[in-house]
């Protein structure tokens, strides 16, 4: 099969005043996955996927941490892949229409948990609100988090419930009586590295 490469289109943050620092998701050391209940004759089990086209920043303010910002986070779900060539096919074209919508998009409108001071290597329970863009549907999201600042990088790992429905995706029935649930639980785990270290980003993972 052709590999697919898109370009990741991202607003990349600025920096403003002094002691504000971009991190810059490396999608090389990231990935953004599903997990979805799939029924097959009775029998359940857990379907997996993952992608490493993720882009997106983050500006940390460490002189004033509530005024950090996430920036948009895209993700290529036209590289999601799981253990099933069918289940990847199915997916793409009866329901993300990923040759249509190829990027799903993370809008974050605030952040709750901020510290009053960031120390680094003190990891930080933060829940995040916004929009998450799938296809041609926007759905408001509630994303819990973990975030450990780690010299120059930052390591995110996040975690939210969606149902396929309400981005009609779902639930998705493949040949035979495979069908899964209407439940997918996203993960974010994601390295952002402060951008001065990362001035040429390679777009999406190949």
Known sequence: AQRVERALAVVRLEVHRPGQVVYRIDATRSEVSYRVEERLAGATHHATGTTKGVAGDIRVDHRDPSRTRVGDVVVNVEQLTS???????????????????????????????????????????????????????????????????????????????????????????????????????????????????????AAVAR
Do not use: K, N
């Open 83 to 201: 253990d099933q060539t069918l289940r990847d096919e199915r997916l793409r074209t009866g329901y993300l229409e990923s040759d249509r919508f190829p990027l799903a998009t993370l809008h974050t409108t605030s952040v709750e948990g901020l510290p009053d001071e960031v120390v680094e290597g003190q990891p930080y329970r933060v829940r995040l609100h916004g929009d998450l863009t799938v296809r041609d549907v926007t759905e408001p999201v509630d994303i819990a988090g973990r975030v450990t600042l780690d010299g120059d990088e930052l390591a995110i790992d996040a975690h939210t419930t969606v149902l396929l429905s309400d981005y009609g995706i779902g639930p998705i029935r493949m040949t035979g009586f495979v069908e899964t649930g209407d439940e997918a639980e996203l993960s974010f785990a994601l390295v952002a590295v402060d951008a001065t270290e990362q001035p040429d980003p």
